[in-house]
Each structure stands twice: as structure tokens, then as C-alpha cells.
């Protein structure tokens, strides 16, 4: 049997990046999987990451445009599982970074981060939980960062985003377990994306070297070490683990 057998997984954010791998390695170990997100292909351009998935796995898949800022629509991203018997995983990955300097941040760009970066995980997380608690429980994974972990002068909307995710991740682990629904973080590293590589110029910059020197590993991640995580929380071999921060990230934190 496969590790994710008779999972059925939404993932925010899915068609790119970080919650491409998560859906195609949940997919490739037995799991159906919805995509949500507001767009169908990866943002560097190329096939649908869900027909992709079609074409490499067995799985059931399907896409539901989601704009996480909307509880509606994660409400029908998680409607759309139950045709594959109902949300028993509950990815909240969707995340946006723009890096404006604290005195220049305007009212609409804060409020646009908040909403998906916090909003979009809190009402993912109640949409699917509401499942769950009805069903046999279910495992809730939310993307924080290691921005989550510590401060930054430079990216300070999205450490105070992803920090809140990292307390709503502990405190819906506190409501829900009583109830069989755990939920825990990831918080990666520098991981190579279109995020990193265009929304925030690291990868590629004249910058890399140097931020690479702080990191034991000496290189940035690539989105499948997150999906690998990812499967682990989501899968009964982590059946103890509630409440929890996974941070993979090279060693960057720690050192
Ligand atoms: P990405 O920009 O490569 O992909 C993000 C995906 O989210 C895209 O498919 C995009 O269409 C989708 N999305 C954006 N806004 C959305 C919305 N309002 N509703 C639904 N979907 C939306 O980003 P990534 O690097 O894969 O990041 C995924 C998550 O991991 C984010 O929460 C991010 O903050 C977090 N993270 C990334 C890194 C990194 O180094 N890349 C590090 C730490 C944490």
C-alpha cells in the first residue's frame, strides 16, 4: 500500500512552486488531490499542473480557481474533494511576498498580504476542519517560512504573516485534536521558486553568494524537500505530531 492511500488532499496554491510538488508527490503516493488556486499553470508558464498530475499518476485530480482571500472559494475548494469522498488533507500553501520597506508599505498592500498569507490559511483550515471533526479527522499542513520563525527589518508585512501562521497553527491544533484533526507547520528555508527567483530577487541575484554563506547546507532548497516534508505530516507516520513546526531549511535557523 502506498503511504497516502485513501487521502484526498486540497492544496492551495497548488499549480506552483512549493504546492506543485506537494500535490504531485501526494498524487504519486496515492492521495486524489484538488488544486486551488487562481491559476491552473505553474506561474513560469507550462501545462496544467493537474493534467500534468493526470498524465504521471493513478490519482483522481481535479482545479478549482480559489482565491484564498475569499472564504467562498475555499469553501468550494473543499466541496469539490468530497466527489472524491471528502478533504482528509488540508494543504494552506498559497502565499504572496513583496518586500516593500516598512515606513513605504501602504494600507493595500499590507491588507492584500494579511489576506491571503493569514486570512486564506485560517478560513482553509475552518472550511476543511468542519469535514474532518464530521469524519474520521484529518491532518491540516500550513506554510509558514523561517520569516515565521525570526524577525527581518527588510521583510517585515511577511514575517508578521507568517509568524501568524505560526500561532494559528499551534492554537487550531490546540482546538481541533480533541477531535482527531492535527495540525502542524512547515516553515522552509530559502527554497528555489518564481518567489524567490522574481518576487523577491534572491536566486540569481548579485546577493545569492552571500545569502548562501548563512546557510550550513550551502544552497537553496528545491520544492520537492518541502513536498517530502509535507507528505510526512499528512501521513499516519506522523500520528503523534501535533501542534508541531517543521522547519527545513538547511540549517539556516539554527546556525
Ligand atoms: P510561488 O509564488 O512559486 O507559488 C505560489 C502559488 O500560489 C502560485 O501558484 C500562485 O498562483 C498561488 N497563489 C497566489 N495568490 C493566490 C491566491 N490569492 N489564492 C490562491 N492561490 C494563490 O510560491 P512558493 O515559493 O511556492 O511558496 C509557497 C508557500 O511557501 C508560500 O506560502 C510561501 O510564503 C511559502 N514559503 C516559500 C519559501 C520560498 O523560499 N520559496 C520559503 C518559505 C515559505
Not at 504572496?96 to 508599505?105: C, N, V
Not at 492535527?182 to 552571500?210: C, F, K, Q, W, Y
Amino acid at each position: 500500500t502506498q503511504v497516502l492511500e485513501n487521502e484526498v488532499a486540497v492544496i492551495t496554491g497548488g499549480a506552483s512552486g512549493i504546492g506543485r510538488e506537494i500535490a504531485r508527490r501526494f498524487a504519486a503516493d496515492g492521495a486524489d488531490i484538488v488544486i486551488a488556486d487562481i491559476q491552473d499553470t505553474p506561474r513560469e508558464g507550462g501545462e496544467p499542473t493537474h493534467e500534468l498530475i493526470d498524465e504521471e499518476t493513478e490519482a483522481e485530480t481535479a482545479y478549482v480557481e480559489c482565491d484564498v482571500s475569499s472564504v467562498d472559494d475555499l469553501e468550494s475548494a473543499v466541496v469539490a474533494a468530497d466527489e472524491f469522498g471528502g478533504v482528509t488533507v488540508m494543504v494552506n500553501n498559497a502565499g504572496i511576498f513583496h518586500g516593500e520597506e516598512f515606513l513605504q508599505t501602504e494600507e493595500e498592500a499590507f491588507d492584500r498580504m494579511m489576506n491571503i498569507n493569514v486570512k486564506g490559511v485560517y478560513f482553509g483550515a475552518q472550511a476543511a476542519a468542519r469535514r474532518m471533526v464530521e469524519a474520521d479527522g484529518g491532518s491540516i499542513i500550513n506554510l509558514s517560512s523561517v520569516a515565521g520563525l525570526e524577525g527581518s527589518g527588510e521583510f517585515v508585512t511577511y514575517c508578521g504573516t507568517k509568524g501568524a501562521v505560526r500561532l494559528l497553527t499551534y492554537s487550531m491544533a490546540a482546538a481541533l485534536g480533541p477531535d482527531g484533526v492535527r495540525v502542524n507547520a512547515i516553515h522552509p528555508g530559502l527554497i528555489e521558486t518564481t518567489m524567490t527567483t522574481d518576487d523577491v530577487s534572491i536566486i540569481g541575484s548579485e546577493d545569492e553568494d552571500a545569502f548562501l554563506e548563512s546557510i550550513p547546507s550551502r544552497r537553496a532548497g528545491q520544492p520537492d524537500e518541502i513536498a517530502d516534508a509535507a507528505v510526512y505530516l499528512a501521513s499516519d507516520q506522523s500520528s503523534y505530531v501535533n501542534g508541531e513546526s517543521l522547519v527545513v531549511d538547511g540549517g539556516m535557523t539554527n546556525t
